[in-house]
């Protein structure tokens, strides 16, 4: 992909978003990120490593492709807006269908980067997003244990 044209999408949309909302972006980077540590590719917004799930607790909203955050916004019902671009489509079919199963799956709005002139944050749709959580996530007898009880209680039933 040519990552000038991928970013300057992504920042044009950050920007819109941040009128909008009056908020900044704050990227969480992938923690192998580590280009980000010297060159910012998007316009000096800030960018945090390994607090992804303290960011997206703390947010108005969460913006993403496909990764770990969507399922942190999941878990602490927070609005979630979906990207992709026109490489993306082209070059990354399965990353598209991916994302399009993110879509459909938690009722959340998909914008193309490349050719967006307004965004919104939509309501939350618990329904959708509960489906999500225990279909993929946990289950209502872990979601309130620590990993370490869980394992525990594996282990035990296990060795019983």
Excluded: W
Excluded at 16 to 28: G, Q, T
Excluded at 31 to 41: E, G, K, L
Excluded at 48 to 74: C, M, P, R, W, Y
Excluded at 98 to 107: D, K
């Amino acid at each position: 992909m040519d990552a000038r044209v991928y970013f300057d999408s992504l920042n044009k949309c950050f920007r819109i978003l941040e009128r909008k909302y009056n908020k900044r972006v704050i990227i969480a980077a992938h923690p192998a990120a580590h280009n980000y540590r010297i060159n910012n590719p998007y316009e000096g917004r800030r960018i945090l490593f390994n607090k992804t799930a303290e960011l997206v607790k703390n947010s108005f909203g969460v913006i993403g492709h496909a990764s770990t955050a969507i399922s942190f916004a999941v878990l602490n019902y927070k609005p979630l807006v979906l990207f992709t671009t026109n490489q993306i489509i082209e070059r990354l079919p399965s990353d598209q269908n991916y994302i399009e199963t993110f879509r459909t799956t938690l009722g959340v709005p998909l914008y193309n980067a490349d050719n967006c002139t307004d965004l919104s944050f939509e309501e939350v749709n618990k329904i959708k997003y509960d489906a999500y959580r225990y279909s993929y996530l946990t289950n209502h007898y872990s979601e309130n244990q620590t990993n370490f009880n869980n394992i525990i209680s594996i282990l035990v039933a296990q060795k019983g």
